[in-house]
């Protein structure tokens, strides 16, 4: 469905990635790994168009998104729920949601809107609510909701255990593979190693904007290189 072909980007005359490439399946579960500042969310943020790539392509589906503007990007499919949530505080739980299918599916919202109450039942009990006043596990939930409100064909979830209580890590994780086994493809991008390639079919390891590991996700769990970088092991 995705593919990255030797993309370079960053901002101003600053480079953060160096000829990234990787791909993601129909249906799969790809997981990107990587410490804080390594050019996670640069990459997120070129996928999405927030970001400008200076050189490579970024192919969906068949189709060069490499200049396309946001709401293009959006309009194909590829749904990015960002770090750090970006809920809208003072807009309710619902306007959060109705807005996620403002540039797509909006003839299908309340049918999206169901399959969202649904799969996180504590959102239609502060439906009313404003973003603003949710525990941090909450606004997650209303992220990645928001973002299923567009069918994604493709969702990008950037860092989504961060922050939260190891609870709310545990939920987190078994909701990435309650999604994966609806067969929607997903991008993860995390510093959590060892969740992330457990619900992951295969995975890349980001390290100072360049891809340095990738393969299985569990032979990268297996790997001593990976296990002495990350787990200290």
């Not at 973003?131 to 909701?145: F, H, K, R, V």
Request: net charge neutral; proline share 3%; glycine share 12%.
């Amino acid at each position: 469905m995705l593919k990255v072909e030797n993309l370079c980007s960053g901002y101003g005359s600053v480079r953060i990635l160096h000829n990234v490439s990787l791909e993601v399946g129909q249906g799969e579960v790809v997981a990107l790994l990587g410490s804080n500042g390594v050019g996670k969310s640069t990459l997120n943020n070129t996928l999405s168009g927030i970001c400008r790539a200076t050189e490579g392509r970024i192919l969906f589906e068949g189709r060069d998104l490499t200049h396309a503007s946001s709401d293009t990007i959006v309009a194909q499919g590829l749904i990015h729920v960002p770090e750090g949530r970006r809920v809208f505080p003072n807009l309710t739980v619902l306007e959060n949601l109705e807005l996620g299918s403002y540039r797509r599916m909006r003839a299908r919202r309340a049918d999206n809107l169901a399959r969202v109450f649904n799969t996180f039942p504590r959102l239609r009990e502060r439906m009313g609510q404003k973003a603003g006043t949710l525990s941090g596990g909450e606004q997650q939930m209303l992220a990645i909701g928001r973002g299923l409100m567009a069918e994604p064909r493709l969702l990008i979830l950037d860092e989504p255990s961060l922050g939260l209580s190891p609870l709310m890590v545990e939920q987190m994780f078994e909701l990435i593979a309650q999604l994966h086994a609806g067969g929607l493809a997903i991008l993860l991008v995390e510093q959590n190693v060892v969740q992330s390639l457990q619900v992951a079919d295969r995975a890349y390891v980001l390290d100072n904007g360049r891809i340095t590991m990738s393969g299985q996700a569990q032979a990268l769990l297996e790997d001593p290189g990976l296990r002495a970088a990350y787990l200290g092991m």
